[in-house]
């Protein structure tokens, strides 16, 4: 490994202990309080004892899980539940569209190729909140079924299917698989659509990790969705419910905050798992543009 | 990557080269079907239905009844749109601006390759992930406007506050916007690291060697070499601006007396509490229109500085 110098960095931090670094902790401090106290407070809070909105701490003075109890009373493990199945059906039902789509578009070629892939650019153009009110009419009455998908989880995990994100990432990447592989698969009499399975699956697996974290990320942060697509709100995902704690003037914050808490682990359980995946993917995108 | 002209006879094996293998001709329909079938069902009917309700009076079970460009007038006149637009145009600009420019100092602040800054840059992430709603019911509760509030006790060994965040008509966008950057600012640090991993270590030996100061180091070589990196930034966040919804319903679904009102949440009130489906319809489409010529505006100058460069 080379000495860490004054090039390393932009602003030429010095690595020797002098003002220079001095100031650096101090500021990292600051910086890491401003960024980590908010969630220190749900935590803290979520345990508390007895939360009220002025006493807010950084960590739970007299433990207790009350608020995990009140929370459960008001029915939290139903939302959570709601989310985990929308997440989990969305999640898969959005991967497997995707991989078909890629495949087609990065594989093979057909007429019609580049009309398809502007059909997707122009999906992404068309996010929940830009078509929310027509999107609503269509949840209650699916045109050519008639059936209503309100109240039920697939008014959610259904329009979550089509991200024109992942199709995007899923071709870039597919394209970069060497034809060799295929045709040499071909002359073994493999089949095509073994071909997806046996073949380009297993050599996707680096953008299947940045497709499910960014697909988690996108569906379990789902807001107007749930709340349009819900018959009334025990049909809530736990996100949305915690609009309800907030309003139910029996409970306290400590309530809301163990809620919040609820919410977050999933977030936070993906996140340490796949951060490699995720800065790999932000970083992937911004650069190419 | 190296651009040697093709010539003409060259061309098709390079195409075939990039591992595009022909199959049965139905084979990519037939892929493509579920995700086409799911576009048209969830994205491009409700958009033509929401451009059709958009000319209408919708009124359920009498019949949805002709009026025209009507609606659009009423958007357009509405004084409560035209503030929500306000609001929604210093929210976009604030956080944006704001984001960056914190992202820009946390990269700075936070660039290296030791193991304390690799696990601080991993903690200070979590924003990113976090659902917007969780963040927006905690920062409700940390905005507390009484001085013993979370935010206010700490202004107050400042000699600051207290304030009254959310609950004050002249601080709450503001206090919206600040919770804007905070979610914002660690995405942004990511992306600009990227940026300056990717900038020349030889550049700054040789302009030290130039005696060239700090300031002028980031002046004349880290900010030109972010550019790329910070104009997609910049545009991005634009465009999502626009449709800013979930932040504000959440901390403080427009109010207070209108204060925070965005394009978005009036939308919904109207859409869905007032059912008023046809205006509400044709703010969307506008909503829309501007989404859709912003997007392509973008697209089209990042192609063009792609082929001029």
């Excluded at chain 1, 009373?73 to 989990?88: A, H, P, Q, R």
């Excluded at chain 1, 989880?153 to 329009?159: M, N, R």
């Excluded at chain 2, 550049?203 to 130039?210: I, S, T």
Aim: charged share 15%.
């Amino acid at each position: 490994m080379s000495m860490s110098s004054q090039f390393d960095t932009a602003l030429g931090w010095s690595p020797r202990l002098g003002v220079g670094k001095v100031l650096r902790i101090l500021l990292c401090a600051v910086v890491l309080f401003v960024f980590a106290a908010p969630f220190l407070t749900i935590f803290a809070g979520a345990f508390n004892k007895t939360t009220d909105s002025t006493q807010v701490t950084l960590y739970p003075q007299d433990p207790t899980l009350l608020g995990f109890q009140i929370a459960g009373e008001k029915g939290i493990w139903g939302y959570f539940l709601n989310s985990l199945v929308i997440v989990g059906g969305g999640l898969l039902l959005q991967l497997t569209v995707s991989v078909l789509a890629a495949y087609a578009l990065a594989r093979r070629k057909f007429r019609g190729h580049t009309v398809v892939m502007l059909l997707f650019l122009l999906t992404m153009m068309l996010p929940e909140e830009v078509i929310a009110v027509p999107l609503s009419q269509v949840l209650a009455e699916l045109p050519f079924l008639g059936i209503s998908l309100k109240g039920s989880v697939f008014g959610v995990i259904l329009p979550v299917a089509l991200w024109g994100f992942t199709i995007l990432i899923m071709t870039e990447f597919m394209k970069e698989i060497p034809r060799e592989i295929e045709e040499a698969a071909r002359l073994d009499g493999v089949g095509e659509l073994r071909m997806l399975w046996v073949i380009v699956l297993p050599l996707s697996k680096p953008v299947l990790g940045v497709a499910t974290i960014f697909g988690f990320m996108m569906i379990w942060d789902q807001y107007l969705l749930p709340l349009i697509a819900a018959d009334d709100p025990s049909d809530y995902t736990l996100t949305v419910a915690l609009s309800v704690l907030r309003s139910d003037g029996t409970v306290g914050p400590g309530v809301l905050l163990a809620g919040a808490l609820i919410a977050l682990v999933p977030s936070l359980v993906v996140y340490l798992l796949m951060q490699r995946s995720l800065i790999r993917g932000i970083t992937a995108g911004a650069t190419k543009g | 990557m190296t651009t040697v002209p093709l010539t003409r006879r060259a061309r098709p094996l390079v195409a075939a080269r990039r591992g595009m293998l022909s199959g049965p001709g139905w084979l990519p329909w037939v892929l493509l079907l579920p995700a086409l079938l799911f576009a048209l069902m969830f994205k491009f009917i409700p958009m033509v239905e929401g451009l059709r309700m958009s000319l209408f009076k919708v009124q359920p079970f009498l019949g949805d009844q002709w009026v025209g460009l009507e609606n659009y007038r009423t958007v357009l006149t509405d004084s409560r749109f035209r503030s929500a637009l306000g609001h929604t145009l210093l929210l976009g600009i604030g956080q944006t601006v704001g984001a960056l420019v914190l992202g820009f100092l946390l990269a700075l602040l936070l660039e290296g390759q030791t193991r304390s800054l690799w696990v601080l840059r991993t903690a200070i992430f979590l924003p990113v992930v976090t659902a917007v709603a969780v963040i927006g019911e905690v920062w409700r509760i940390l905005y507390f406007p009484t001085e013993t509030g979370f935010v206010n006790s700490i202004a107050g060994w400042f000699g600051l506050g207290p304030f009254g965040f959310l609950n004050d008509p002249d601080q709450a966008l503001v206090s919206v916007m600040v919770v804007g950057v905070w979610t914002a600012a660690p995405y942004n640090m990511v992306i600009i690291l990227a940026g300056l991993a990717g900038i020349d270590r030889t550049l700054y030996e040789a302009a030290a060697v130039d005696g060239v100061s700090r300031w002028q180091r980031i002046r004349y070589i880290v900010l030109p070499g972010l550019r790329p990196a910070i104009s997609v930034l910049l545009t991005l966040a634009a465009i999502r601006s626009l449709r800013i919804f979930t932040e504000v319903f959440v901390l403080t679904g427009g109010g207070p007396a209108g204060s925070t009102e965005v394009w978005m949440t009036r939308v919904f009130s109207l859409g869905f509490q007032r059912n008023d489906l046809g205006v509400a319809s044709a703010a969307s489409t506008l909503l829309l229109l501007v989404t859709v010529v912003l997007t392509l505006g973008m697209r089209l100058l990042t192609r063009q500085k792609e082929s001029g460069s």
